[in-house]
């Protein structure tokens, strides 16, 4: 049971991991369409330029609390 239970846990952390690299795979590939025009036309042009704008900026406020977390 300890083995099945192992199991699924790895397989959730790779489709995690999976998830997450997709994610920045597609802010990099769609940076120059969503990330640095302000106002893109239409809601999912406009939702999606706000998530990889929000999604970059929390990971740059992460990467400095855990270097400054680090040195305390």
């Known amino acids: 049971m300890k083995d099945v239970k ?3 846990q790895l ?3 790779f489709i995690a991991c999976v998830i997450y690299v997709g994610i920045w795979w597609w802010v990099y590939t769609h940076r120059d369409e969503y990330l640095y025009i302000s106002y893109p036309k239409g809601f999912p042009e406009r939702f999606l330029s706000i998530f990889s704008q929000i999604w970059c900026v929390i990971h740059i406020v992460g990467a400095i609390g855990a270097i400054i977390w680090a040195w305390l």
Do not use: E, R, V
């Open 11 to 13: 397989i959730s952390i």
């Open 6 to 8: 192992l199991i699924i």
